[in-house]
Each structure stands twice: as C-alpha cells, then as structure tokens.
C-alpha cells in the first residue's frame, strides 16, 4: 500500500505564501488522478484542487486564482502553492487521490494570521 507524507506547513500572515509537498513511498502519481484536501477545525475535509493523469488540473472556487497544484513524477512528489492566504485557508492539508482511496496521512498544518 502506497504511503503519502505531507509537509511544508507552518503560520504565515495573511497575503503571503506556501508551498506544500506530498510524497509517495513509490511511483504512483503516473497512475492516479491526484487531489489536495483541507479540513478546518468543526469542518468537514474538502478537495481544494486536483491534477489528472494529464495534467489537467480543477480548483475550488475558494481557492482558485491564489492557489496552484504541480506535480513531479520522477520524484514521487506532489505540490500546491498557496499564495494570497487567508485566515479562512487555516487548516489541515492532505494529499490523496481524487477518491479518497489510500489511507490518509497525518497531514500538515497551515495557519493564517490576520
């Protein structure tokens, strides 16, 4: 079973900017429509954005416009820049696939500050 680890999380003001990483333990982005999901404290866990197997890539309305997802097949890596953060893009970030179908990981915690 693949395992995906996420990092690049921390507190930044409102208006800048991070970049998350997601890593598999083997080659699987090739094979997978891959997504980043949110959960906020209280809330239910969303999709914010996803690439398919083409590259072709969808984003929540929330987010569309500031916040872009990339991935490197060759390094096994997933990203997604944030930019132009907002208090209400505080939460816990996860990479899955587009279903939800590998077990999810601790995930990486942003938090914006107004």
């Known amino acids: 079973q693949v395992q995906l680890v996420e990092s690049g999380g921390g507190l930044v003001q409102a208006g800048g900017s991070l970049r998350l990483s997601c890593v598999a333990s083997?080659?699987?982005?090739?094979?997978?429509?891959m997504g980043w999901y949110r959960q906020a404290p209280g809330k239910q866990r969303e999709l914010v954005a996803h690439?398919?197997?083409?590259?072709?890539?969808d984003y929540a309305d929330s987010v569309k416009g500031r916040f872009t997802i990339s991935r490197d097949n060759a390094k096994n890596t997933m990203y997604l820049q944030m930019n132009s953060l907002k208090p209400e893009d505080t939460a816990v970030y996860y990479c899955?696939?587009?279903?939800?179908?590998?077990?999810w990981g601790q995930g990486t915690q942003v938090t914006v500050s107004s």
């Open positions: 690439i398919t197997m083409g590259g072709s890539t």
């Open positions: 083997r080659s699987f982005f090739s094979w997978n429509i």
């Open positions: 899955n696939t587009r279903v939800g179908n590998v077990p």
